[in-house]
């Protein structure tokens, strides 16, 4: 089966599509034939050697990326009762999904409902279950609230938007120019362009910034949350300076890590099967142009999500 991995951190032209071994299945796992793996940004800052997810496979190498999977079943273990060959599954795997066939444990994949599209399934996961626990476990917004979304036309992002108002949440969304139609039309109530510092000044006062650029943006959109509010800072790289600064101000801010939970996963999936929750799919690479795929996820301006293709 063909598999991407890296060899050595580095530059995109890292990833070489290889031809790997089928991997042995456990009494508590799914072989799956991937459909779908979606691209991140973690995928990309872990190839070029960046970040918590460097450290912890540097001295695992070869290592193929891919935290995120829809497929069909191809084979269960001995102890698995809740899939069945030829059902449709997707959730959060520890790497791996850039393959043509991956083993996952059954505990961390989810049954898929009819009414999901394959591809939608497939970009749903990681920035789903991120956008939701960054709203609701992390950031406890609740109905009436503003809420203050940074790169709202991104994968995370434009899910976050929808489920912010699905939430009851007024949301204010950043996005350059030409997303603003875009990030509207996922129902945010104000649109501002990020590059226009007057515009961003004039934001009122939000109760929760979810913040998914950090850095220096993070920082300098801290002022334009309420006395005493609340910010959820996403990106790991940066989340340190990010709540030094917001603390400086008096503001109650913390990062976060996603975790894989079966209850977000359906909740996210029923919201797209009820047509409350849309995943923007913004192009399909096949696996052999993975590195073409990164260098797109590390121009910062992806709109939606981006997939490759099993
Ligand atoms: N901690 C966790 O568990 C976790 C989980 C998932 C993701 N993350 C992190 O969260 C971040 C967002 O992930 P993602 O998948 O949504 O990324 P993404 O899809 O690559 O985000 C792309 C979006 O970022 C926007 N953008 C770029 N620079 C911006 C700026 N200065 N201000 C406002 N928007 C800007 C772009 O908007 P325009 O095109 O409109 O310019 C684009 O729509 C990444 O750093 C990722 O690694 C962390």
Known sequence: ??????????????????????????????????????????????????????????????????????????EV????????????????????????????????????????????AGGLALAG??????????????????????AAAGGVGHLAVQLAKDLGATVVALASGDNHDFVKGLGADEVVDYHDDAAVSAIEPVDLFLDLVGGTSGKSLLSQVKPGGRVITVPTITAKEVIAAAGELGLNASGMLKENDHDHLALLADAVAEGRLRVEISKVFDLADGAEAHRQIESGHTRGKLLLRG
């Open 1 to 74: 089966m063909k598999q991407l991995v890296i060899n050595a951190f580095g530059g995109p032209e890292q990833l070489q599509l290889v031809e790997a071994e089928h991997p042995p299945l456990a009494s508590n796992q799914l072989r799956l034939k991937m459909h779908y793996a979606g691209v991140n940004p973690i995928d990309a800052k872990t190839r070029a050697g960046l970040g918590w997810g460097a450290e912890a496979i540097k001295d695992r190498l070869p290592w193929s990326p891919g935290f995120e999977v829809m497929g069909e079943v191809l």
């Open 77 to 120: 273990g001995s102890e698995v009762c809740r899939f069945l060959p030829g059902d449709r599954a997707f959730g959060l795997v520890a790497g791996g999904a850039y393959s043509e066939e991956l083993v996952v444990n059954c505990d961390d994949m989810m049954p898929l409902p009819d009414a999901v599209a394959d591809d939608m």
């Open 129 to 150: 279950t991120t956008a939701w626990q960054g709203l609701t476990d992390h950031g406890c917004l609740q109905a009436g609230e503003r809420v203050l979304i940074s």
